[in-house]
């Protein structure tokens, strides 16, 4: 007994702490409580915290947010204080003001100001001015933007379902199922994607007319509609490599192999394994695919094969600002402008996104 | 029968083939190559080799993870996987008289009311663990497939007894895995194990990626399983020193083959294959005044690749005893007394 209370001695040269100066009373044990505060965890975060979290430090991403925000509700709260639509020649007092065209940014036609001048009621300005055709081009912009944005939006979105389905089946039955499927995206891949927008604008013209008449399609158009039909038939293919290419390698992860020795069923794998953990990856793809859908529509309406008029995109108002180039430069500069800010500020936000999710590059 | 009767699992003759793609050619990759095993309830049997020789195959095509290429699985008496061959006693396969394989029945059976029976514990708890999910729905997720709680409230109690079982903290059910130690995550998926309250557990090289000390806990735990809840386990490792702990006994394989089955301490004291003995003259020994006299047998030559198998006996391109006959016939696993099988043929 005497001799457990004696540490033993430091021998000479050793590094060790000279344990002959303490006694056993020097020591305390540990009660059980005290044991417990050793395991402290840390405070417990989620995934989509961590990530948002690290989304809130990028000012680049942040400010893309905040323009895009700025967009979206400018573009939703516009058109119910400004008194023009976007397809009405500017009237004064229910006569059509025929001096109206070409109008510069705040300017008010001689009508007009006659007008003001008779009654002395102030009448909403002409921001960005008018257009040939005498039309409000403010709130031509802002119907362009709700067009392209939401055009954007739809054909992300469409591209995605169809890439997500396809993908995550061939990525996860693999073998000869995956050969096929791959093959057939192959062959996808290899047709010139402008021709077959063409050709199918030109052959739904015609086909489609008569079905959409009516209806809320119309005012979209066919061309629109041919573009809708081309995303979801040609533009899904890299959207479904790219999950594939996830889901291959998920798969293999032993998470799976456990879910699979616990009898879980594949759909059930499917949707609580494998495409939660390949969800950042599908939150970024989709965002950057906004972008570029924007970017095709704007330069298909560019080529004429846009939205049908009077209704407007920002390429179409692009093209038709192109005639006067010389004369009225700003009606060309923004929508290109406009175009530039939402596709700059969704390819930052993209990559901010990836930076803040993706868990290969933390 | 009664003989039957003493086992919980019994393999004969499983074959685990993967098809390898080399140019035009589909060659067949021999990770399991007739092995056959029994294992009795309640017991530990250990899985030795180096790596690569095929034992975390054995044990997920057991589970039928792959689909077996050859083989039967009986499990508690019923027969869960046999693809046909007969075999003498010999152990060759019985040929008929058109120089084909007598063919048996076929059986196949659907896995999953046995999954309830067997379970697994994985080798890496980083990856086996699904990193968007929380504890509660990892350990949960079998009571969910297998439909064993009647409402929100049993599946609650039923996981927060689960983790006490393995020693988790249940204030931690909330919690998503990568917030827990690596000792911690393998408790985790011992207890996603036991939730089905299964009689076999295949424990793939569980303690092989955690460190020394916590080690020690998890085999202590594994043993503490065992008595209160009497699984069986197959304790898959390459380290000899923790199966020898734990195992009753234990199974020496060698690229796809099995060279030596006895009990732990046989084993030990008495290896008698030449494989066995190195692999046995290669355990570290703490205590560095015997570890010098302890002589070393250090094997020449490399592994053979499993594409290019040598015929006969897998090891007699590095065993010091190999004869022609070893390079013609594979050795069967033989009965020395005691219940100590060896498949060689000059020892």
């Known amino acids: ?362 | 029968m009664s003989e039957k009767e003493k086992y919980l699992l019994k393999v004969d003759h499983l074959k685990q083939y993967f098809p390898v793609r080399q140019g035009f050619k589909t060659i067949p990759l021999k990770a399991v190559d007739d092995i056959s095993f029994q294992v009795r309830p309640g017991e530990t049997l250990g899985l030795v080799g180096e790596s690569g020789c095929g034992k975390t195959t054995v044990g997920r095509t057991l589970l039928r993870l792959y689909q077996p290429t050859a083989g039967r699985i009986e499990f508690d008496g019923e027969v869960l996987f046999d693809s046909g061959e007969q075999y003498d006693e010999n152990g060759r396969l019985k040929l008929g008289s058109d120089g084909k394989p007598v063919m048996g029945k076929k059986v196949d059976v659907n896995m999953l009311p046995y999954r309830r029976q067997m379970q697994m514990v994985f080798q890496d708890p980083y990856s086996s663990l699904n990193p968007r999910m929380t504890v509660e729905d990892i350990i949960g997720e079998p009571l969910d497939v297998h439909k064993l709680y009647e409402n929100r409230d049993e599946r609650r109690e039923k996981i927060l007894s689960l983790m006490e079982l393995v020693g988790l903290n249940a204030e931690h059910a909330m919690r998503y895995a990568h917030e827990f130690s690596g000792g911690q995550r393998q408790r985790i998926g011992i207890a996603r194990a036991l939730a089905v309250n299964p009689k076999f557990i295949v424990c793939d090289e569980p303690v092989s990626a955690l460190d020394v000390s916590i080690q020690a806990q998890v085999v202590n735990m594994f043993e503490e399983l065992q008595d209160k809840l009497g699984v069986a386990y197959l304790f898959i490792a390459h380290d000899l020193l923790v199966v020898h702990h734990i195992s009753d006994r234990i199974a020496v394989m060698y690229l796809g083959k099995m060279m030596e089955l006895a009990d732990a301490d046989e084993l030990n004291n008495n290896p008698i294959h030449p494989y066995t003995l190195s692999l046995l003259s290669a355990v570290p020994i703490p205590d560095p005044e015997t570890a010098r006299k302890s002589k070393r047998i250090v094997l020449e030559g490399d592994v053979p690749s499993p594409l290019k198998m040598p015929t006969g006996c897998p090891f007699r391109t590095r065993c010091r005893y190999a004869t022609e006959q070893c390079a013609a016939e594979m050795p069967q696993l033989k009965d020395r007394g005691n219940g100590h099988f060896v498949a060689c043929w000059n020892k």
Request: proline fraction near 3%; include cysteine; aromatic fraction near 8%.
């Open chain 1, 1 to 362: 007994m005497q001799e457990k209370d004696v540490l033993k001695k430091r021998q000479f040269l050793s590094a060790q702490v000279d344990l002959s100066r303490f006694s056993q009373k020097n020591f305390e044990q540990a009660t059980e409580d005290e044991k417990k505060q050793q395991d402290v965890m840390g405070e417990s975060t989620t995934f989509f915290k961590d990530g948002m979290r690290r989304l809130r430090k990028n000012p680049l991403a942040m400010g893309s947010i905040i323009v895009l925000a700025l967009i979206i509700a400018i573009i939703i709260i516009a058109p119910f204080f400004v008194p023009y639509s976007y397809s009405e020649i500017i009237s004064v007092n229910g006569v059509r003001d025929k001096s109206a065209t070409n109008l510069a940014p705040f300017e008010y036609s001689k009508l007009e100001m006659k007008y003001m001048e008779e009654t002395g009621e102030k009448l909403f300005p002409h921001i960005f001015g008018t257009d040939n055709l005498c039309r409000d081009y403010f709130i031509r912009v802002i119907y362009g933007t709700r067009v392209s944005l939401s055009i954007g939006v739809v054909a992300s979105v469409m591209v995605l379902i169809i890439g997500l389905l396809y993908g995550s089946i061939a990525g996860y039955f693999g073998g000869t199922v995956d050969l096929i499927m791959m093959r057939i995206v192959d062959i996808i891949y290899s047709l010139p994607d402008m021709l077959i927008i063409i050709l199918l604008s030109v052959v739904l013209n015609e086909t489609l007319k008569g079905y959409i008449e009516g209806t809320v399609l119309q005012s979209l158009g066919t061309n629109m509609i041919s573009i809708f039909i081309v995303f979801g038939l040609l533009y899904w293919v890299s959207m479904a490599r790219l999950i594939r290419g996830q889901i291959l390698t998920i798969k293999n992860n032993e998470y799976v192999l456990a879910a699979r020795c616990i009898g879980t069923k594949n759909g059930r794998i499917l949707r609580k394994h494998i495409l939660p953990n390949c969800l950042s990856v599908i939150i970024i793809t989709t965002a950057l695919q906004v972008p570029s859908a924007i970017f095709t529509e704007s330069y298909l309406s560019f080529l004429g094969l846009g939205v049908a008029r009077p209704l407007t995109s920002l390429g179409s108002l692009a093209n038709d600002a192109r005639g006067a180039m010389q004369s009225y430069p700003l009606r060309l500069v923004i929508p290109a402008v406009l175009i530039c800010l939402i596709v700059l500020a969704l390819n930052l936000l993209g990559d901010g996104l990836r930076d803040a999710f993706d868990s290969k590059l933390n």
